[in-house]
DNA sequence: CCAGGGCATGTTTACGTAAACATTGCGAGC
DNA sequence: GCTCGCAATGTTTACGTAAACATGCCCTGG
């Protein structure tokens, strides 16, 4: 070296002309403030060790700059991105966006970012595509709000040391998971409606390769045998108002239906329509529970009573136990297991009343 | 150097311990598979020059290893980090959600991740606070979907270089906006409902200080003064049902109220049910317009003849702008300007009709 | 009055990747 | 038969940050 004439500052100039980058670097601006750049380290960390007097100079030379740390850079060096993944379906149905609504919160109160994965097909290819493109992404966790059978296969292609929690699924046994206490819920709901003096209880499910509504109908189903009552057919739905319109229309035909427990708010809605269209009565001829507490229950003709899910709470354990699960470096050896319930709510309005036969 | 034993090996190793860290690094896939890192990186991002002997045994060690490429490093070395920030108010209305969804899966398509910044409360406090954290996250450019009026003081701490488009908002003097068409949709509403005869039309608007809203209600006024008709006094809600139902209860006593434009349908669903109580049917005594056309609209009693937003060319167009952005590099010098337009769609439901008086 | 102990700051190095440049080896053309 | 050229692979280096270690200085205590 020493052969060309430009030896001290070309250098940082030359290619840089070509790539007009961001930003300026913590060099540029320990040059710019007469410092070193571990100094701007140290100040823009808040670590201490600092004089006042530095600190002020350091600050008023990232100012000019527009300094803005890079962040990967920071996070190649302190090998963590702070920053959790979201995998999730199309943010059709209200719990997904409320429980991923809490955990971006909580999330960004523990200092950590979130990344979404939707899978637009909840098809088995898109959600390993969506898995292996994880492989690649920025973060150090990873949350999955979705059904667990579309999990099954797509397990062989989460990268290990990729700590997950599910969320809205079973199997426990085999992740970490927190979700919504549904059986708990369904067995309030119609406990409720019996204690009203119905005989039995109809109940309103959403698709059959939904495990939360699996496990609602099994509950509802189990919770009227132990009542000694005699469980009605299943009526199935898919989880929006115009099934719940299509199922009410059937509903309303049968004349010793006079409860029906809707597996969420949505189908309720619809059936709520079909019932008035065909001049059945809610709550005198029929009564209707939801399930979910969606913000619009209150305002529904009538307003409808629900199970609240805390999806708030969901989304904060979610984060919670994934975060325990990256500071314990291997205190839960394979992948964790686990289920955390999160309590549910009857929420009393004005679609619930006793039968026709007890007034 | 050479006075302690240990030279060759051990220097991998020996930190590794206290941190086990995630997984392994192009070095140990190199290694492995007896090549150089070099060619790992080759394999890895699929340029030629790669014998298919070699690559299949780069491939073998990757798996063996489960190797997954650090994306820090990656961004670190590229410049860029392939991802979109999106900031955003608590994902309450569906209009947000319905928006984000379509970015996300649209950044996705481009090969973008999308990590979200959700601002709780929606103060100017926490808007700067979101984007001054913006300012250390690992993202290439931001999309904002928010009112304009919290977004300027906070305009101050945008970083410099980072390329930001506008959802659901005015102010294309300053920023890249898309927005719906929302003094289209509202004159749509507005003329189908005189077209069927109403002398007049009321609306329930939103809240004051939404620029949707005002935009909404300001082309409400305008279509009627066009058309000759003297507007009623504005009867002002705040998007959630509860308020179009305490705002029904209210219309409901004005009789010569005929047609309502709510600004959306949450506050329809409300003003239906009010308008029930009281006694007066839709459509036959009061028409009802909403504004977004979610997905329960159709199953409202009557099913809502509503506006229909299309969200999802929203968000398809907040990347595309975003990404152009990007990739001119300064194109469009200061922050560049302009609104996008997307226009909307009058669905016919049940709960127009001509006014009493026509019939 | 000088040694020693902090404290403020500077220097070196490594994180994992990929661009740029360097080096092999082998086949074709003269 | 020898060289030129290209294809396959290896080596060096820089990206921006922060941990670890090194330096210099001032102040205190014996």
Redesign the interface.
């Known amino acids: 070296m020493g052969t060309a004439d430009g030896d001290s500052t070309p250098v940082g100039t030359r290619k840089r002309a070509a790539?007009?980058?961001?930003?300026a670097s913590m060099a540029d601006v320990a040059r710019l403030a007469g410092v070193s750049s571990q100094t701007v380290s140290r100040v823009s960390n808040g670590f201490p060790g600092v004089t006042e007097e530095t600190r002020q100079q350091v600050m008023a030379a990232m100012r000019e700059l527009?300094y803005?740390?890079?962040?990967?850079?920071?996070?190649?060096k302190r090998?963590e991105?702070r920053?959790l993944g979201v995998i999730t379906f199309?943010?059709?149905t209200m719990g997904n966006?409320?429980t991923?609504?809490a955990i971006?919160?909580s999330a960004?109160q523990q200092g950590y970012?979130?990344?979404?994965?939707?899978v637009?097909v909840p098809t088995q290819d898109e959600v390993n595509g969506a898995f292996s493109?994880l492989?690649?992404?920025?973060v150090d966790a990873v949350i999955v709000i979705m059904e667990i059978h579309l999990l099954d296969a797509a397990t062989v292609s989460l990268?290990?040391?990729?700590q997950v929690v599910v969320a809205d699924s079973d199997a426990g046994d085999r992740y970490t998971v927190v979700d919504t206490d549904q059986v708990g819920g369904a067995r309030d709901a119609v406990r409720h409606l019996l204690a009203l003096g119905h005989d039995t209880v109809w109940h309103l499910a959403g698709p059959e390769d939904s495990f939360a509504a699996q496990r609602r109908a099994h509950a509802w189903r189990t919770t009227l045998t132990e009542a000694g009552r005699n469980p009605p057919p299943l009526v199935r739905g898919d989880w929006?108002?115009?099934s719940?319109?299509r199922a009410g229309l059937r509903l309303a035909d049968e004349q010793d239906c006079t409860a029906v427990f809707a597996a969420n708010d949505?189908m309720a809605?619809?059936l709520?329509?079909a019932l008035?269209e065909r001049g059945r009565k809610v709550p005198d001829d029929v009564s209707v529970v939801g399930f979910d507490d969606i913000?619009?229950a209150?305002?529904?003709?009538p307003?409808l009573t629900t199970i609240h899910q805390d999806f708030a709470e969901v989304g904060r354990l979610c984060v919670e136990g994934v975060l325990s699960k990256i500071r314990r470096?291997?205190h839960d050896a394979p992948t964790g297991q686990g289920t955390t319930l999160v309590p549910t709510r009857l929420v009393l309005r004005d679609s619930t009343a006793p039968p026709p036969s007890h007034r």
């Open positions: 790539r007009p980058r961001q930003g527009g803005r740390p890079n962040s990967a850079a920071r996070a190649l090998g991105f920053t199309s943010l059709s966006i409320r991923l609504e971006a919160t960004a970012a979130v990344t979404l994965l939707p637009a493109r492989g690649e992404l920025a990268p290990p040391g990729v929006s108002a115009e719940g319109y949505q809605l619809g709520l329509r008035h913000a619009e209150a305002s529904f003709l307003p470096p291997e």
